[in-house]
């Protein structure tokens, strides 16, 4: 079965990709076929009767005609589709979901998912598998192990359209021939309590032979591998008697739905009991030796997570980026293991462009996919098959390349990630690379970082969390100095506004162990869901959890 199911999956895949990768040949002509097919369908909307889009003839009437919108531009659209107005945002039938992500303001965002848009996720996800068979023929060719948050969290008020992930939404309704890959059923998702729901997906997924794991962000990997090693105790001997542990808070409905699928096993449960006793730790290089691919972001501030995936995986493991993706549209597909960098989704997304040193501004130009340069920092336009227009997602981007004549874009940052204290400007960009850099000319590896910028006293405090060994602290003042000389040579400003006396010395914090689980911790007691925590490098304020061990300046490291 498992065999004629992969032909299927390389057959379906391969007639999408080919099919994409003209597309990306004929960019120019997709992208305005695509605008103009948008516009035509959508013309007698609510919002397509305000913005007249039946008179809109070219990309260059478009961008006239509709200013750049934000999520409070669409917010009241998607009030009235909430309160059972049809033909708002989109022709057709209303969405059959709204993809919850959490909003600026406190009020969460709910982005349409239409049929169209739920497709091209679903065509974009045949589309990175095909371009990863290439490189790792066998990566499908054990288990999938899926992580992805819950479909439905709640229903729309009056019109009871559900809210939740679309990730959710794509496994729990998969056809029943993709269900049969996956290394744990979808009832697993559905526990509330995230560490009972670590606790269930692993017991389901150790004993499977797991070859492809994708993942989005590598630090929601990390905590099951390490909540795994945590309970292997109960783990092991659930494993050896096929039991479902009742130290852990599953409802009744979904441990019995669970249960079902376990059967004894006392010879993996010794077997892995011995692989635990000599390495020290229960670990997925162990129970997962087939594991082939990792799917997961490896670039912006979550990629910094992925680098310790290895830790726990075969050093030989590959990582692949999932694509630049938000809650409003899969942006990038990658074609490559190297760096994080994709090709646009031009077959369901329409793109404009926006230098980033003239956005805001009334004369700036909106270019095309295929206007880009390589190394100009853009921010990102979106038109998406759910309803957003001309949609700012604060993104800044760069291109690295070009495959098929199409441009191979990277996330950067975010549009706003800047701290400026005196007028110098500070970027998380430029945090990344500063940090980074240090921390491989020292030998030390941040599992965490944050630089937080004091406009009371006008300084930089970087505080860090280490992983491993606690460095010696002649360690960190070399950190920290390494990291304040790269942050001046990439920064002109801040070096100079240092000289001045305008800035104030760097600082440096040294986090307790277990700082990042703190942030974490808090943050989704809050409400937030854990896959869906993104760590902050650069702000003004530390986030709530941890405690930090001693502080030194730049100044001969001495305490500040």
């Known amino acids: 079965m498992s065999v004629i199911l992969n032909a299927l999956i390389h057959t379906v895949t391969r007639a999408r990709w080919h099919n994409f990768m003209g597309r990306c040949r004929n960019l120019e002509q997709t992208q305005r076929r695509l605008l103009e097919e948008r516009l035509e369908r959508n013309a007698d909307t609510v ?29 009241p659209y998607v009030d009235r589709l909430i ?15 709204f993809n919850k992500t959490s909003g600026t303001t406190g009020k969460p965002k709910l982005i349409p998912v239409t049929p169209e848009s739920k497709q091209g996720n679903a065509l974009n996800q045949k589309v990175w598998a095909f371009a990863a068979v290439g490189a790792h023929p066998r990566f499908l060719a054990g288990k999938v192990f899926p992580i992805v948050n819950k479909a439905v969290e709640g229903y729309t008020p009056h019109t009871n359209i559900p809210y939740g992930a679309v990730s959710g939404l794509m496994v729990r309704d998969a056809h029943p021939l993709a269900r049969a890959k996956y290394a744990y059923p979808y009832d697993a998702i559905e526990i509330e309590d995230f560490n009972a729901r670590r606790y269930a997906m692993m017991r ?44 852990h808070d599953i409802p009744g409905p979904i441990r019995e739905a669970l249960s079902r699928r376990f059967k004894p096993n006392p010879g993996r449960a010794r077997e892995l009991e011995r692989l635990a ?44 980026d999932t694509g630049y993706m938000a809650s409003e549209a899969h942006i990038t597909i990658p074609i490559s293991d190297e760096g994080n960098s994709g090709l646009l989704t031009i077959h369901t997304n329409y793109f404009e462009f926006i230098p980033e040193e003239e956005f805001g501004r009334p004369d700036a130009r909106v270019l095309m996919a295929h206007e880009l340069e390589v190394g100009v920092p853009y921010q990102i336009l979106l038109t998406t098959a759910g309803g957003l227009y001309r949609y700012s ?36 960009n430029q945090i990344l690379i500063a940090v980074q850099g240090a921390c491989a000319e020292t030998g030390v590896t941040p599992m965490h970082f944050m630089v937080v910028g004091e406009s009371a006293t006008s300084r930089y405090h970087l505080h860090i969390e280490p992983a491993g060994e606690t460095p010696e602290q002649s360690v960190m003042h070399r950190l920290l100095a390494s990291f304040d000389a790269r942050l001046c040579e990439i920064n002109h400003v801040f070096k100079r506004y240092q000289e ?61």
């Open 83 to 97: 309160a059972g107005e049809t033909h708002v945002l989109t022709a057709g039938p209303p969405p059959s979901m």
């Open 204 to 247: 389901c997924a150790v004993p499977e032979s797991v070859s492809f794991i994708p993942a989005s962000n590598p630090n929601a990997l990390l905590k099951l591998f390490e909540s795994a090693d945590e309970h292997k105790a109960d783990l092991l001997r659930d494993i050896h008697d096929g039991t479902l542990s009742a130290n």
């Open 393 to 428: 997602i604060n993104d800044v981007i760069e291109v690295t390349g070009f495959y098929q004549g199409a441009p191979l874009v990277s996330f950067l940052r975010k549009g706003r990630d800047v701290m400026n204290l005196q007028g110098e400007k500070v970027s998380a």
């Open 277 to 320: 006793e000599r390495a020290g730790r229960l670990q997925p290089r162990d129970y997962w030796p087939d594991l082939k691919l990792i799917g997961c972001w490896k670039g912006g501030t979550v990629g910094q997570f992925a680098r310790h995936l290895h830790d726990w995986c075969s050093p030989q493991l590959k990582l692949r």
């Open 47 to 75: 919002f397509g009767r305000e913005h007249d889009f039946a008179r809109l003839k070219s990309p260059a009437d478009y961008a006239r005609a509709l200013p750049v919108s934000s999520w409070e531009t669409v917010d």
């Open 500 to 560: 001045l006396d305008m800035l104030k010395p760097t600082a440096l914090s040294l986090m307790e162990r277990g700082w990042l689980g703190a942030i974490v911790d808090h943050q989704v007691a809050s409400g937030m869901r854990d896959t869906q925590f993104k760590p902050v490098v650069l702000g003004s304020e530390l986030p709530p959890g941890g405690r930090l061990l001693y502080t030194i300046d730049i100044r001969e490291g001495a305490p500040a």
